[in-house]
């Protein structure tokens, strides 16, 4: 297959499958899923869906395990909007790059004084610098 029709196909996993997680699961055990994306083998039969789950192991691990119960019913609704010889089977997978990041945020707040993370992000920090570069510039032609 081509990989712009793996890409295509891919794309249209995913939003079928965080749509029908949003609003047509009833499962009690999937709460605070986010779809990120979707991969699809070259022969379109295996996809590999990446969700993030927010909420500690254990809501996780619960939330994948409802998941996993709900594939079929998700399969037949990809299998609505793709027309092909074979519906992919979806795997789903735990993507936990959005949960480490608010964990590297957390521990950066902490370390980081109050006044030093503030003029880092700040906009005219980056003017004070540039000026500090000037200074040095016009000591070392003199």
Same mark, same amino acid.
């Given at each position: 297959?081509?990989?712009?029709?793996?890409?295509?196909?891919?794309?249209?996993?995913?939003?079928?499958?965080?749509?029908?997680?949003?609003?047509?699961?009833?499962? !009690?055990?999937?709460?605070?899923?986010?779809?990120?994306?979707?991969?699809?083998?070259?022969?379109?039969?295996?996809?590999?869906?990446?969700?993030?789950?927010?909420?500690?192991?254990?809501?996780?691990?619960?939330?994948?395990?409802?998941?996993?119960?709900?594939?079929?019913?998700?399969?037949?609704?990809?299998?609505?909007?793709?027309?092909?010889?074979?519906? !992919?089977?979806?795997?789903?997978?735990?993507?936990?790059?959005?949960?480490?990041?608010?964990?590297?945020?957390?521990?950066?707040?902490?370390?980081? !004084?109050?006044?030093?993370?503030?003029?880092?992000?700040?906009?005219?920090?980056?003017?004070?610098?540039?000026?500090?570069?000037?200074?040095?510039?016009?000591?070392?032609?003199?």
């Amino acid at each position: 297959m081509s990989a712009r029709r793996t890409a295509r196909v891919a794309s249209m996993i995913r939003e079928v499958v965080s749509s029908a997680i949003l609003s047509e699961l009833r499962d !009690p055990r999937i709460r605070n899923v986010t779809v990120l994306g979707a991969e699809v083998s070259p022969d379109l039969r295996y996809s590999r869906v990446r969700v993030s789950i927010m909420g500690d192991e254990k809501t996780a691990a619960l939330t994948m395990h409802g998941l996993n119960s709900a594939t079929g019913y998700l399969r037949s609704r990809v299998g609505e909007y793709i027309k092909s010889r074979h519906i !992919p089977e979806l795997r789903f997978v735990l993507d936990e790059g959005i949960q480490k990041s608010v964990e590297v945020s957390a521990i950066l707040r902490e370390v980081l !004084p109050e006044g030093s993370a503030e003029a880092a992000l700040d906009v005219g920090s980056s003017a004070a610098f540039d000026d500090d570069i000037q200074g040095e510039d016009e000591t070392e032609s003199v």
